[in-house]
């Protein structure tokens, strides 16, 4: 079976325990306003202008049969509204920096690909991530592809924001051996606000997976002046007591990186001014989250 | 072991090994003529003498008259100059370079020497006109044909201008004997030889016996300065002169005297050759019935243990080999290869890691300076609490341990016909070279074939595209090959001319070491030599074996590949086109971006690429196996270049992979060329263990860069614990690490004043990044760094 991905990361050293790989899968139904990953956003196809890599050679904007390219103020610019994906000027650039981020991978190639990592993955109690976008965004792909690793004895964890019925996480949680989820904001309002969506499905489904007594890992990621307040990250704790007070919240600093992937797309990041916490800012807000 | 490891870990350096280590850092470097001037008045006196003679008479003077001193607050002494970190004029050798360039030695951009007037004078008005035509050098030069050196540009000679070195000495029983037990065996021998083999006990007799008297120099030397010293110094030198003296007149007895005994034979070794890479080798096995015994009778603390080792890892920091301006250049930082290999198995394939291996990891956490290089052998069995310890070690981002796989090496050794028990004995010389203690000259750097270079003559008729020369066969050019296996037949051809022409000048140069650079001290340590009254250099060893590097597998994967899939098979460019870009070096950077980014590369798990690689290390093999050397031992391949990439790359032209004319080629040996390994760390150790490195028994080479990130957390040790296991299953022979943040190499370019301790690790050695050429300083920056942000 196929479904649609964005990347895959060997040598995860971030993403669970050991040596993993890490899968994203493509689409979410989340609009985080500060999202790292902003070509996981949505589902289908995406053309991708690496500009650094541009020689300003011309061959892509003579190649478009739809005129869509031209060169604007030096670079390389795209009308998006023209473009059909015909690939041509993906193929025909020189030095790749056109591309097609979006790309169909099938259940067993991902397979085969994890197999030959299990040589350091299995030493070290690794094995596959998969992430996204959002994995439970693709529930049939997902459930297929945790089946085929569980077959080949390869440890399974997934990454996500767990916005979804509670049966798709029914379906697959028998193929998962380990949870990392992501609880960003606790007030239903202020979640809506800055997500997209109320959290009232995410808080549901984090009570149902703690009751299953697998690995489970709650992470924030610390978006200065939006998940990143004492109100918010207190609040989160005392939820994931009322819950489990045994399990672990991880902080995940703000990664200022995401802005260069968004000019890729053409598209404007919320924020360019925002930089990851100093050490001793990071670990009063570590603080927060700590298990009593 | 654990609870010993933490205990080790929490022994500080002590302020004696902080005082000696300032001193030997800030230590300014001055050329020396003094050793020459004796050599000469050595060949002066003995004129009529054979050239062995000569050689023993030479070396005898200097171990009686060189001048000597023992520091302030040394526990281990000895030096081969008076003064440390002095660029030793060796006449023997060659002299001729520096006829050329002695004015520049204060200002050449790397490795700089003072060089006093009076020197200066002697050198000219008595070394130059007495020497020539005498040394090893011009002999050579005068030895090898034309069509030979004009061929260097692909099969280049080493060695043709200085002694071998390269060589991991019989160090246990060097100790476990002392000069004067092997000079009694000597003797012995002498009376019952016959008339072909005398001289050559003569010569021993005469070596060791001024071996003998140079450590006896240090005793006396020791007692006179005590008799001035105050009181608080005086216990220093009463046990100075005690060790000794023993060791001048006997084996050593304790832990201290053996590792002193150790430092005496590296020092007398280098009096004899002025080479690089005498290895001391498996020190922590050697050492440890020594170390044991005094622990466990009470006449040692793990402390003093301890401070001894730092105190001789500091001594491999002052002895330095001068190169010439081109040399030091790519070999800049003085990589002198003093080899030494901890943990491993031993004979019986049990882990051989002891308590011993721990504190020598410990003295590199202590020192941290660019000698010795520390090398770990690892095996499957590998207890973790060793892997953990390396890998401290290892974060500390002095590029050392390097790593040698047991499950690698010993095949491959076996394979280039060594005994299964000595394959398991495997110790490592100089950077990577494979050897075996004791027993075996492996001539590890006779010369090195670049395949780079043969490729670009082959897709241009066998002419240079530099210089226009005809200097491989007249096969066709690119446009001519119909298909790529016509192609890869031609470079076959190619391949083999230039290999048949290289190891004739291989013959010519081993000759003339046999002749000029005979070594009575060296042959004395090496097994088989004093049985059979035969010289090192003329093949006395048990095993005799010479290194040939063949250089770049990344290089010519990544090119051919792209000939294969973008000529041949998607004609994507025409052979006429690349063929007008190559020559030109790229004038259309489209056509160069193409075959850059169009055709995958090596070291990114891509089998058919890899292979191709893997392919052409078997055909080059296949041709050298069937040449025996000219001590009637077999050649061995090697699979690195220690930092010679860079100027190996100066005469190549552009090639098909889209690197442009005169830029490096890859670094390291197995190395994916800087920043194309784009998949991760796990994917380029698959990629490289398809090069089988059971084909190079000289030893390979693999270059990673981690980012300090990497090694914050208990987490990321573990994982890196498991990389290495990863290695270790895919029997890979060797990987070395740089941990540096990239902007700290940047920041070091710009105000090099604020780093000048910054250690990186270039290619098998480590040295300081700010003493390095710009070109090899902006390689390292482009390597590819894994482990930094996610």
């Not at chain 1, 149902?208 to 989160?236: D, F, Q, S």
Request: aromatic fraction near 8%.
């Amino acid at each position: 079976m196929k479904g649609e991905i964005f990347d895959i990361k060997h040598f995860a050293v971030h993403d669970g325990p050991g040596i993993r790989t890490t899968i994203f899968l493509k689409g979410c139904p989340l609009h985080c306003v500060w999202c790292h990953n902003p070509e996981g956003m949505k589902r289908g196809r995406d053309l991708w202008v690496k500009r650094e890599a541009c020689i300003h050679c011309g061959t892509c904007v003579h190649t478009c049969p739809k005129q869509a390219l031209s060169f604007r103020d030096g670079e390389v610019s795209v009308d998006r509204s023209l473009c059909d994906f015909c690939n041509l000027c993906v193929e025909k650039c020189p030095s790749r920096a056109m591309r097609r981020i979006d790309r169909m991978a099938d259940t067993k190639e991902l397979t085969e690909l994890l197999k030959r990592e299990q040589l350091f993955s299995d030493v070290t109690g690794g094995g596959v991530t998969i992430s996204g976008g959002e994995p439970l965004y693709q529930p049939e792909f997902l459930l297929e592809l945790l089946k085929s690793m569980k077959e080949a004895g390869i440890d399974t964890c997934i990454e996500t924001s767990m916005f979804a019925p509670q049966r798709v996480l029914e379906e697959i949680a028998p193929y998962l051996d380990r949870f990392l989820v992501d609880i960003k904001i606790l007030d239903e309002e202020t979640h809506k606000k800055y997500t997209g969506v109320s959290n009232r499905q995410i808080l549901s489904n984090f009570r149902y997976l703690a009751g299953l007594g697998k690995p489970i890992l709650v992470r924030v990621p610390l978006i200065p002046g939006i998940t990143a307040t004492e109100e918010n990250l207190r609040g989160i704790r005392s939820f994931v007591d009322s819950v489990d007070p045994k399990l672990q919240i991880e902080l995940l600093n703000f990664n200022s990186f995401a802005g260069t992937k968004y000019r890729f797309l053409d598209k404007t990041y919320f924020d360019e001014e925002l930089r990851a916490f100093p050490k001793e800012e990071f670990e009063r807000l570590c603080s927060y989250v700590e298990v009593r | 072991m654990k609870k010993f490891v933490e205990q080790v870990r929490q022994i500080p350096m002590t302020e004696r090994i902080r005082k000696l280590r300032e001193e030997t850092l800030d230590e300014p470097r001055y050329l020396s003529v003094e050793q020459a001037k004796l050599i000469t008045r050595a060949y002066r006196e003995h004129s009529g003498e054979s050239v062995a003679m000569k050689r023993a008479w030479a070396l005898r003077e200097a171990m009686e008259k060189i001048g000597i001193c023992i520091r302030d607050g040394e526990i281990i002494v000895g030096n081969r100059t008076r003064e440390s970190c002095a660029g030793v004029v060796f006449p023997e050798g060659g002299i001729k370079w520096l006829e050329k360039e002695i004015d520049e030695l204060e200002t050449r951009p790397q490795d700089q020497f003072h060089v006093r007037p009076e020197d200066r004078e002697y050198f000219f008005q008595e070394l130059v006109p007495f020497w020539e035509g005498m040394t090893l050098e011009d002999n050579v030069s005068a030895a090898l044909p034309s069509d030979i050196k004009e061929r260097e540009v692909v099969g280049k000679l080493n060695q043709k201008d200085h002694a071998q070195g390269h060589i991991c000495p019989n160090v246990k029983e060097w100790i476990a004997e002392g000069p004067a037990g092997l000079l009694a065996k000597a003797q012995e021998k002498l009376e019952a030889a016959d008339e072909e083999h005398k001289e050559f006990y003569r010569t021993e007799c005469i070596v060791l016996e001024g071996a003998c008297h140079f450590i006896r120099r240090y005793a006396d030397l020791a007692e006179e300065l005590l008799k001035d010293a105050p009181e608080e110094k005086k216990e220093d030198y009463r046990n100075i002169a005690s060790v000794c003296r023993n060791l001048s007149e006997k084996p050593a007895e304790s832990f201290r005297e053996a590792v002193q005994s150790m430092w005496f034979l590296i020092v007398l070794l280098q009096l004899e050759s002025n080479a690089s890479s005498f290895s001391p080798g498996r020190a922590d096995q050697y050492l440890y019935p020594y170390y044991r015994k005094d622990i466990d009778e009470g006449r040692l603390t793990l402390q003093e243990a301890q401070e001894i080792l730092d105190a001789v890892f500091i001594k491999f920091n002052q002895i330095v080999y001068m190169r010439n301006t081109d040399g030091a250049a790519f070999f800049a930082g003085f990589p002198i290869g003093f080899n030494i290999a901890v943990g491993g198995r031993k004979a019986d394939g049990s882990d051989a890691v002891n308590e011993l291996s721990h504190l020598f990891l410990h003295a590199q956490e202590h020192v941290r300076m660019r000698q010795p290089n520390l090398s770990a052998r690892v095996h499957k069995n590998s207890p973790d609490t060793f892997l953990r310890h390396v890998t401290q070690v290892i974060s500390l981002g002095t590029g050392m341990p390097q790593l040698f796989n047991d499950e690698a090496v010993t095949p491959a050794l076996e394979n280039a016909g060594y005994s299964h028990e000595d394959a398991m004995n495997y110790a490592v010389v100089g950077c990577v070279e494979l050897s075996v203690p004791g027993n075996a000259l492996g001539f590890s750097d006779a010369g090195m074939f670049n395949m780079v270079k043969c490729l670009e003559l082959t897709l241009n008729d066998g002419v240079c595209m530099e210089t226009g020369k005809q200097l491989g066969l007249k096969l066709g050019t690119l446009e001519d090959f119909k298909t790529f296996e016509e192609l890869e037949e031609a470079y076959k051809k190619q391949m083999y001319y230039f290999l048949e022409k290289m190891e004739t000048g291989l013959q010519i140069i081993e000759e003339m070491h046999k002749k000029y650079m005979v070594s009575p001290m060296l042959s004395s340590v090496i097994d088989n030599c004093m049985e059979r009254g035969v010289d090192v250099t003329a093949g006395g060893a048990v095993y005799n074996k010479s290194g040939v590097q063949l250089i770049q597998v990344a290089n010519v994967a990544d090119s051919m590949a792209a000939l294969k899939e973008l000529v041949y098979e998607k004609k994507e460019v025409s052979a006429k086109e690349l063929l007008e870009q190559l020559r030109q070096n790229y004038p259309d950077e489209r056509i160069r971006q193409i075959m850059l980014t169009h055709a995958p590369k090596y070291g990114n798990d891509v089998e058919w690429v890899d292979e191709l690689g893997e392919k052409w290390v078997e055909c080059f093999k296949e041709k050298l196996d069937t040449y025996t050397n000219y001590r009637g031992g077999n050649y061995t391949i090697g699979l690195y270049t220690v930092s010679a990439h860079v100027p190996m790359g100066l005469h190549v032209s552009a090639t098909p992979d889209g690197r442009r004319a005169g830029e490096p080629l890859a670094d390291g040996g197995l190395s994916a060329v800087y920043g194309r390994d784009q998949k991760g760390p796990t994917a380029l150790l698959r990629s490289v263990s398809r090069i089988r490195s059971c084909n190079a028994a000289n030893g390979t080479l693999l270059n990673m860069k981690f980012s300090p990130k990497m090694f914050e957390d208990e987490n990321g040790i573990e994982k890196f614990c498991g990389l290495i296991r990863g290695f270790v299953a895919l029997k890979i022979s060797h990987v070395q690490f740089n941990v540096v943040n990239k902007q700290d190499l940047i920041q070091a370019k710009e105000t090099p004043e604020n780093y000048r301790h910054l250690l990186v690790r270039v290619a098998g050695y480590t040295a300081n990044y700010v003493d390095l050429a710009e070109k090899l300083q902006d390689e390292i920056i482009a390597r590819t760094e894994y482990g930094g942000n996610a």
